[in-house]
């Protein structure tokens, strides 16, 4: 074997050995001792908190934990979860009866408190953390969708559409529904469309290129704005903060407003139907072409 | 509601065509079939809006030419085609460069909303080893915006929707036709035979085959799997793709994504040295050099012990300064404040790559969509083809726009030429529903999650992104261990939600997919984009000109072609020679 041989083949074993990934650079090693977790366990008949004790891990948050119960303690334990970083609003519950998205809140935060996970409440359990949310994608059905008589490429200027971002950052974790009084106290869900119906009607109602109008469907239709008496819990529980109540849902109830109670728009409705805001054209009493 | 009178009872839902998944391409697809005026049902393993599109951050590629005019789709396509080092179907490439721009002005009719340049028209991003900036976006959470667009788009016409429904197996009628699949609702396990005269495949990825990933469950190539038990060819299946930045710390987060708009907007990688590595690398584009590029970069840089303390490298974004980031990465300040009490607008962030997106894929008429299997189509990530050897960031959305749109429309026309007969022998329901049972019912066995992580485990060590021929091997004979014990798992409890017996079905894809990888890259001894053999030195011309495609052969086992790349038309040849 000649040098450069010899050198060839000390190089491909050093390199050869990069093909093997270290894998097991270990969770377990950044164990800080264990935490314990009281979490809901049952379905539509009824159940109870279960205590489940597992591994603390630096930086661990209550998903993770979540996880590590059901991989290792309970394999029927049922949660949802999807992207683990706090984008796609599928693992929302209720921790000590608060609201909250299990993959954004870290265990270290309830040190000395204990950690009691549940369902949210405003919907009905399936099982475990698992709730019913199907009722939010039924109002997202009824929702007037958005709709131009110009056709894209748009021109629209930063300034035109920039109080819409806000709105559009909504992650439909539902957890604004689910603090929400009028349904979580008053279970008013077939008459009341939520805060996160607000939030999406916002930007229908304010971008520059639409030519619904919602205002009759947010008064009488489907949205029954009026029975949000804006005491802002939606706004405290939004994980990506939207300032619901102030920049969706008084603006909302502000157009309500100008168009319910302002005579002469009354009038004006009363003789030849409503007046989209917007575009001043008319449109049909019922709005929507998809049915309410 | 029928059912038969069998042990288990099921629905029967009929659809025109049914399409299983509900990200990106699965929707679009539904929109374009029943726009055709046919009954559509969308089949979703999770809620309805959740999909992995909502994950995609930095952009949807497409050469509208508002920021830099000089772009069109001759260069996109020339990008696409270097980066997949031309084992893209050229075909495909074409019609996606040519029609991605107009799949991008329909989501803005149906109400996306992406940032504005000063003339008000959609704003572009440059992005890794696309020449001009082309990443129409809107901050770092484009994908949500997309998805949200089509999830409203759907949700206003007739599509029926099947919320947290997983399919199983695909029914095929005596003609070997597609004719519908079985599936078990999540919240019930109740089953449901769908009757579909056309069925399209939008499953996704499989990135839970590996340890660390920026993937999340759903991830577990069931389509690919179903399409291939099927007789389905797949293509390019060892090209599986690392994003070179994943977050490293705390280690629930490994592996989560760093968007690559980070770099987009000027990030700089840096070594435990100060040292600004790209330039040994690729001095011309440096941090905006191509995935595969920069992430086996960042991996030869931390094992060759220039890495942080958490084993990553850092990226730095903090000349874009607190308002910088708010206005175009605010979601991955959140993300970093949050979950790793890390201040990007003060320091660096520590990342090292993840396990993203595949390649490789379900083979598909590049005009239709439609597999080799009559009545089977794909499109998406499920589908291969597009991308060759590797993705550019940003091509992954606009491809779940055009090809969606292209399997909806295929499939419709399908339906509407052929009247096949969608009945299928009793016997075939029976066998499938016992056998999804059968981890509930058995009295012990193996856990479903242990298989899960051996896979996964073994998957990181042995097909990460360097390979050689010594541990390829030892990973496939971990994978067919694990694979040999996948009939014998145990699911604790009942049909109610229950994600163990969910995780028994995914072992079977998760093993089947692995060992299909691991076969392909024992294949292709080459360096080529996202299969690097360091037992191999550069790339093979001869490999160059070949595709690997799989096929279940009449045994069962895992047959494997060398199929040659079509040469490309004079057309689109010269474009390189001028270019």
Known sequence: ?292 | METNGSRYSHEVREHDVLIIGAGGAGLRAAIAATERGLSVGVVSKSLLGKAHTVMAEGGVAAALGNVDPDDGWQTHFMDTLRSGKFLNNWQMVETFTKEAPDRVYELEQWGALFNRTEEGKISQRAFGGHTYRRLCHVGDRTGLEMIRTLQERTLATDTRVYMETTVTRLFKNDEGRVVGALAYTRESGRFIHFKAKAVIMATGGWGRIYKVTSNSWEGTGDGCVLAYDAGAELVDMEMVQFHPTGMVWPPGVRGLLVTEGVRGEGGVLRNSEGERYMENYDPEKMELSTRDVVARANYTEVTEGRGSPHGGVYLDITHLGYNGIMKKLPTMYEQFKNLADIDISQEPMEVFPTIHYVMGGIKVDPETCETNVPGLFAAGESAGGLHGANRLGGNSLSDLLVFGRRAGEGAAEYVKSNGYSTEIDSSQLDTEKQRVLEPLERQDGENPYELQQQVQEAMMEHANLMRNEDSLREGLEKILAVKERVPNVKAQGSTLFNPGWHTAQDVRYLTQISEIILCTALQRTEQRGAQWRLDYDGPDDELGKINFIVKKDEQGEIGIERREIPPMPEHLSRLFDEG
């Open chain 1, 1 to 292: 074997m000649s040098n450069e041989d010899g050198r060839q083949d000390a190089e491909q074993k050093e390199m050869a050995s990069k093909a093997y990934a270290d894998v097991h650079q270990d969770e377990e090693e950044a164990a800080k001792g264990t935490t314990r977790l009281k979490i809901f366990r049952g379905d539509a008949e009824g159940g109870s908190e279960v205590e489940y004790e597992l591994p603390l891990i630096e930086g661990m948050v209550v998903l993770d934990a979540v996880l590590y119960v059901q991989a290792h303690q309970a394999g029927d334990l049922a949660v949802r979860w999807n992207c683990k970083a706090a984008h796609c609003g599928s693992c929302s519950a209720e921790i000590n009866g608060k609201p909250k998205l299990l993959c954004k809140t870290r265990v270290e935060e309830y040190e000395g408190q204990e950690i009691r996970v549940h369902p949210m409440r405003a919907f009905p359990v399936i099982k475990d953390l698992v709730s019913d949310v199907s009722w939010n994608y039924e109002v997202a059905r009824s929702t007037i969708p958005f709709q131009s008589d110009e056709q894209a490429p748009f021109i629209m200027y930063e300034e035109d559409v920039e109080r819409l971002y806000e709105p559009k950052k909504c992650i439909e974790c539902f957890m604004c529904q689910d603090v929400c009084h009028v349904l979580r106290t008053h279970h008013k869900h077939p008459e009341f469309a939520g805060p996160r119906s607000f939030v999406r009607n916002q930007w229908l109602e304010m971008h520059p290129k639409d030519i619904e109008s919602r205002v009759e469907w947010l008064k009488e239709g489907r949205g029954g704005i009026g029975y949000c008496n804006i005491t802002k819990c939606c706004t405290e529980v939004c994980p990506v903060d939207i300032h619901i109540t102030d920049n969706s849902i008084i603006p909302l109830k502000e157009r309500v407003a100008d168009e319910y109670y302002d005579p002469a728009k009354w009038l004006m409705r009363k003789i030849r139907g409503r007046r989209s805001p917007k575009t001043g054209q008319i449109v049909g009493r019922n709005g929507n072409r998809n049915g309410g």
